[in-house]
Structure formats: structure tokens, C-alpha cells
């Protein structure tokens, strides 16, 4: 049986498997948590990530304002579902405490590592590149280099070193929207350099779900057999794109590598939050929560580009079905060349 390694969350968010059901992930019943205005000045809130926060939930959400522009926004939970958002947009200050706004941000991933909460965003830098910052008590922000020059998006980092260094996901584009597709790695010492470039992942396969491109998801869950990683992946139809999900398992001490990977997606937009709002048929994952008692695992994700929902899972679950219908694609199984 598959384990997760980590802390224990015995308040985490949770819906049994419907009867009857055979799903590997499934929705919670509630959904949307989060809908159309949700707070003063903001028409919609999605592709946000959540973390435990002193024994509750602390969330960094991308909040599409009135005029258009995305703004991150600072959110608290007692229980991971009913949320309690900021009016008022992060302020980030850079390291010397001058202020260090972003023109624009979205799509946060959220990342633990030894006490400190890091944040990866979008951000404008000559082109979409990736924002980088941290804090310790969701009060004060304080903003750090950026990650990369541009072209990239869709920045996620382990959530503890790998061989004495700093992991990270990305996925490199050009000045449009997202050609190239393919899921990179970089690693550092310190956060701030960044080099060792490896490819992980790429798009493509026996279906469509993935053929155009993907993009890491949540930040790896360590398994007792590998790294766990939730994606998305791009189909490219008739009626635009549609954003779908599912797993991967990395080497545990060379994350270049890809040990398994779901050939079918394993949520796909369905229900009609996910089909139809700002832009319709999208299903972003942007975070997880995890009890590594019970394997549990709750995914939140951006739907439709209009709201906030949560679906359900556990770390057994996803890698047997990653074990039964796996589905490598070419150079997924290479030690990142």
C-alpha cells in the first residue's frame, strides 16, 4: 500500500466516494466553494492554492479584478471550504522593505518548506514570467528575485531539497500562449541561482487529453515510492482549448525521471461550473492538502476560470491507477537529457 510521507491532517477536507462509484478522483458535492464576485472589486476567484496554517487553512487566491487585471489575495479557513478573503491585494515588499507590487499576478502555488511559506506565480516581466516570494505568517509578503527571464508559467517547487538542492518545476513557452508545452526541471542552492535544467515530462501520448500541452499542478507529494505529481494537461478542440488532470510518479532521488503516468486524464470539465463560466472547459489544479494517517488527499482547483472546487482522492487510488494504465510518453523514462 502507497504512503504518503509527511505530516499528519486530521481536519482535512473530505467526501467519502460516492456509492457505487468508480472514480479515482471525485467532486465534492458542494462545489463551487468559491463563486462569481466573492469579494468587493473582484469578479471571479480561481487556480489558487491552500495550505494548513496553525491548526486551520491559510490560501493565496488569484482574483480577477473589475478591470480585468489579476491581483493575488491572502484567505483563512477554519475548515478548507468556507473562506474568509481580503479585500485588499497582497502587498509585497522587496528584501530592503521598499514596495514591489506586481503589474499583475496569477495562478499561485503555495509551497512549505522548513517553516517558511513560498509563493510562485505569473508575473509580468517583459512577458509572462515567474514571481517568487515568501511568508512566515500571512501578513507581511516579502518579494524575492524572480525565478527566470521569460517566457514561463506554471512554477512549482518540492516541497523539501532533493540531494542537498532546490527543485523546480516550470514550463518554458514563447511570447504567445504556450507553444513548447513540456514540463522542465531546475534545482538550486539557495533559491535565488538556479541551474542543472532537466525535461521531465512531455506532452503528447495515445489520446488528446494531454497532445497540446501541460503544466505542473500542486506542488510533488512525497510517497514512500516516488514523488507524486498532479498536472494538468491541454487538449485542442474545434471550440478552443479544454483543461483536464492527471498523475504522474517521479523518481524519488532523480525527479527527472518518470516512473508511471495515467494514460487516461483523471478529471475532465463535466459539470457545468466547469464547462461554463469566464472561459469554459477547464479544470486547473493548483494545490492539495494530504493526511498522511489515512492517505487522503483533497485537490483544489480552478474551474472554468471563474470559480474555486475541491475533489477528492487518496495517494493509493491514484498510484494504482497509475500502475494499471500507465502511459509513458517518449523521454519520460530518461534521467532528464
Not at 55 to 84: C, E, I, M, Q
Not at 113 to 123: L, M, N, S
Not at 229 to 252: E, M, P, Q, R
Not at 304 to 318: I, N, P, Q
Request: aromatic residues 14%.
Amino acid at each position: 500500500m502507497a504512503k504518503i510521507i509527511g505530516k499528519s491532517l486530521k481536519n482535512i477536507p473530505w467526501q467519502e466516494r460516492p456509492s457505487g462509484s468508480t472514480d479515482v478522483v471525485w467532486r465534492d458535492t458542494n462545489n463551487p466553494i468559491i463563486g462569481w464576485n466573492p469579494i468587493k472589486n473582484v469578479a471571479r476567484m480561481f487556480n489558487s492554492a491552500v495550505v494548513p496554517f496553525n491548526g486551520s487553512f491559510a490560501g493565496v487566491f488569484r482574483g480577477d479584478t473589475k478591470n480585468g487585471k489579476p491581483h493575488l489575495y491572502v484567505g483563512f479557513s477554519s475548515d478548507g471550504l468556507k473562506w474568509d478573503i481580503d479585500e485588499t491585494p497582497i502587498v509585497w515588499r522587496d528584501e530592503k522593505g521598499e514596495l514591489y507590487q506586481p503589474s499583475y499576478a496569477y495562478d499561485p502555488r503555495v509551497i512549505e518548506i522548513d517553516g517558511i511559506f513560498y509563493i510562485v506565480w505569473c508575473t509580468e516581466f517583459y512577458g509572462a514570467s515567474l514571481g517568487f516570494g515568501m511568508t512566515k505568517d500571512f501578513k507581511t509578503f516579502t518579494r524575492l528575485e524572480n525565478l527566470c527571464i521569460p517566457f514561463n508559467r506554471n512554477g512549482v517547487l518540492f516541497p523539501r531539497k532533493v540531494n542537498d538542492k532546490y527543485l523546480l518545476l516550470s514550463r518554458p513557452s514563447d511570447s504567445g500562449h504556450t507553444p513548447f508545452g513540456d514540463i522542465f526541471m531546475s534545482k538550486s542552492y539557495d533559491l535565488k541561482y538556479w541551474g542543472e535544467h532537466r525535461h521531465v515530462m512531455a506532452k503528447g501520448g495515445s489520446g488528446w487529453w494531454q497532445a497540446t500541452k501541460i503544466g505542473g499542478g500542486p506542488a510533488p507529494i512525497e510517497t514512500d515510492e516516488g514523488w507524486l505529481l498532479i498536472y494538468h494537461g491541454v487538449s485542442g478542440t474545434c471550440n478552443g482549448f479544454v483543461y483536464s488532470f492527471g498523475a504522474a510518479l517521479l523518481d524519488k532521488n532523480e525527479p527527472s525521471k518518470v516512473l508511471y503516468r495515467t494514460k487516461n486524464y483523471l478529471l475532465t470539465p463535466e459539470k457545468e461550473y466547469e464547462t461554463v463560466g469566464f472561459v469554459p472547459n477547464v479544470a486547473f489544479p493548483c494545490a492539495t492538502l494530504h493526511d498522511s494517517d489515512t492517505g487522503k488527499i483533497a485537490i483544489y482547483y480552478g474551474a472554468a476560470d471563474t470559480y474555486v472546487a475541491v475533489a477528492y482522492t487518496t495517494v493509493e487510488l491514484l498510484i494504482g491507477e497509475m500502475k494499471e494504465n500507465c502511459e509513458l510518453v517518449s523521454g519520460d523514462e530518461l534521467l532528464g537529457n
